[in-house]
Structure formats: C-alpha cells, structure tokens
C-alpha cells in the first residue's frame, strides 16, 4: 500500500501570504495525485488533478506541482476562505486502491 | 454535471451493519465511471471504503474487505455499501464520490452522512 505523509500537519499564515504545502508518496506514483480542500461540516472539494492541472472553477492561485514521490501544493497569495485542510490523493493499480494524506489545516495566523 | 446523494440511518448499534445508499443524478451509473464510498471519522482524515463499476466489478479497502459489501441498482440509478460487525470506530461521515473511468481522483461528492454506532 502506497502511503502519503503531508507536511506540515498545521501550517499558520496571515491573508496574502503564499502558502506551500507538501505530500510525498512512499513510492512512486508518477503525476497520479489530487489535491483537495475541505472545509468544516463540507464534502471535501477537487483541487487539482494529475499534480499540477486545476479542477474547473479552481481560481489560478492555485497552483500543483511535482511528480514521483513528491509534491506540492502552492496557494500563491491567501484569501480568507483559503484556509481549511487540504488533502492530497493518489490511486494505485495493484491492488487498485485509494489512499489520501492525513491532511494539512491552514489556519489564519 | 453529475450529483450525489447519501442516505442511511444515523444510527447502528454494535455489532450490526450498517447500510447506506447514494442516489445518482444528472448522469447514468451505467456511464463509464466507478462509484466509491469514503468516510471520515470525526475530526480525522478520510479513509477510502471501495468501489464499483456498474457491470459489478468492486475493489475494496484490504482493512476493510472482509466487512464490506458495495452493490449497484441500475433501475433505480444508485449505489450502496454495507458494512458489517460495526464497533464505535465505525463511527464516520460516510461520502459517496465518483471517479471517472481511468482517472484517478474523485469528483463530484455527496454532501456526506454521518453514522454514529452506539447501543
């Protein structure tokens, strides 16, 4: 099974800031990985699919990078309705399965 | 666009199963996509449960597999998961999602449904 470790587990940034988050897979997953964020009592919400493509209606602040075993997510300047936890994703093909990171929380510093 | 909708008890005692349905609109679940199941404990991380296609073909959690059971309902455009032998730490809210066939995430989600096991 294909483990994701997110980084840092809480991260404290104020408005306008950039914000750079981490997920690094245990073994390669080549660009398979989907960034979501999550706010509390919501379903969580796509992000970014395939490391660095923006879902539909994802503002361009947004911004996947990586490949391989490590990955970023970068929120280049924060709004207030950023701040939540955001999940990383990936699917693996033997056995076919889904793992997600344990999540990173934004919270307003 | 396709929408998801769970629905289910809220509440299932110890050592029951739990059974939750996820009603699909705006699109057939004969379309080319797999329909899985995910949960999230309260205030933790979110663990995905399983998946089925609509021909009946299912990959499941291997933590979870000898309890679950995840089924399709062509005439009735709808999926469910049972999960069996329930204890506290199945208490969740439990999201259906879709993947499109060969992609690898999930979008749409329903909006979620909590069980809570408890006598």
């Known amino acids: 099974e294909i483990v994701l470790t997110q980084s840092p587990a809480t991260l404290s940034l104020s408005p306008g800031e950039r914000a750079t988050l981490s997920c690094r897979a245990s073994?390669?997953?080549?660009?398979?990985l989907a960034w979501y964020q999550q706010k509390p009592g919501q379903a969580p919400r796509l992000l970014i699919y395939d490391a660095s493509n923006r879902a539909t209606g994802i503002p361009a602040r947004f911004s996947g990078s990586g490949s391989g075993t490590d990955f970023t997510l970068t929120i280049s300047s924060l709004e207030p309705e950023d701040f939540a936890v955001y999940y990383c994703q990936q699917r693996s093909n033997w056995p076919r399965m889904y793992t997600f990171g344990q999540g990173t929380k934004l919270e307003i510093k | 666009q396709v929408q998801l909708q769970e629905s289910g008890p809220g509440l299932v005692k110890p050592s029951g199963t739990l059974s939750l349905t996820c009603a699909v609109s705006?699109?057939?679940?004969?379309?080319?996509?797999?329909w899985s199941w995910v949960r999230q404990p309260p205030g933790k991380g979110l663990e995905w449960i399983g998946e089925i296609y609509h021909s009946g073909s299912t990959n499941y959690n291997p933590s979870l597999k000898s309890r679950v059971t995840i089924s399709v309902d062509k005439s009735k455009n709808q999926f469910s998961l049972k999960l069996s032998s329930v204890t506290a730490a199945d208490t969740a809210v439990y999201y259906c999602?879709?993947?499109?066939?060969?992609?690898?995430?999930?979008?749409?989600w329903g909006q979620g449904t909590l069980v809570t096991v408890s006598s």
């Open positions: 705006g699109g057939s679940i004969s379309s080319s996509n797999w």
């Open positions: 999602a879709v993947a499109a066939n060969l992609y690898n995430w999930f979008d749409p």
């Open positions: 073994q390669s997953v080549s660009s398979y």
